[in-house]
């Protein structure tokens, strides 16, 4: 689990920000039904963000960042990841959420992010950009293979190499990547040791996918988390980064 049930994004609320928010159902192309978050800007940058939350689905969290995007003009979507075994309702902290993690197929997390992707553009989006966390990161940046014409593809921690249960990830899928990669790791994340980034680097480099990984020494897995004040300065970089990244890639402001 990546975050406590009451964390944050460490990043500044901007006030007085013209913003809509709701709770929507997509439908993705295998028929599944899922939860989803909505947050449109008033102004759009002409930037969308689907956000793959870590392993307990969409919570608020995640709900919260889309918001953050949207306060910067960038539309947002946060996905849930249980339409097929779980439903579309709301749940509480107490959703034993294993179960159907262990249930959940690349494939149909991909097929997920298509239907936000689809929203966004026919919301008017033009450049598209998946952001994950955890489990998330992994499927963000496996999702710059996924067919969706992605802008860019950013994870946090996430896993690049061979799953737990394992299955390929983004180093070995490498060459199969059409989106530049933004990678934000933890240098003391003990799940994914440093050694374990470098070589999806590597990997990155020989397919000639257009990348760039930050590794925040000192910092563990879920840095990026309001409650870690000794990690602000490695969270305010990692938010700087990927707004940037987001500018770059799409034409739009920061």
């Known amino acids: ?15 007085g920000a013209a913003v809509s928010h709701d709770d929507i159902v997509l439908e993705a192309g295998d028929g599944n039904r899922l939860a989803a978050f909505s947050a449109t800007p008033d102004e759009p940058s002409g ?68 239907a936000a992707v689809a929203r966004l553009r026919e919301d008017g989006a033009s450049a598209i950009f998946t952001v994950g966390f955890c489990f998330g990161g992994r499927h963000s940046w496996l999702a710059a293979g996924g067919g969706h014409g992605l802008a860019g593809a950013i994870g946090f921690y996430g896993r690049p190499g061979v799953g737990r249960d394992g299955s390929t ?39 000639g996918v257009e990348h760039e990984i930050a590794i925040y020494d000192g910092a563990p897995h879920s840095f990026f988390d309001r409650k870690f004040e000794e990690f602000a300065d490695a969270s305010a970089d990692a938010w700087d980064r990927t707004l940037a990244f987001v500018a770059q890639h799409s034409g739009t402001k920061r």
């Open 1 to 15: 689990m990546c975050f406590d049930s009451d964390s944050l994004p460490p990043i500044p609320v901007l006030s």
């Open 47 to 114: 930037a969308g963000i689907v956000i793959l939350p870590d392993v307990r689905g969409l919570y608020r969290f995640y709900e919260e960042l889309a918001l953050r995007f949207a306060e910067r003009g960038h539309a947002a979507i946060a996905i849930d990841y249980f339409g097929r075994t779980a439903g579309v309702e709301k749940r509480d902290d107490d959703f034993e959420y294993m179960p159907h993690v262990g249930q959940t197929t690349s494939e149909g997390i991909q097929a997920d992010v298509a």
């Open 169 to 207: 990830g983004p180093t070995q899928q490498a060459a199969e990547l059409k989106a530049p990669i933004l990678a934000l790791m933890g240098g003391a994340d003990e799940g994914i040791p440093v050694d374990v980034v470098q070589e999806f680097e590597r990997a990155l480099e020989e397919a």
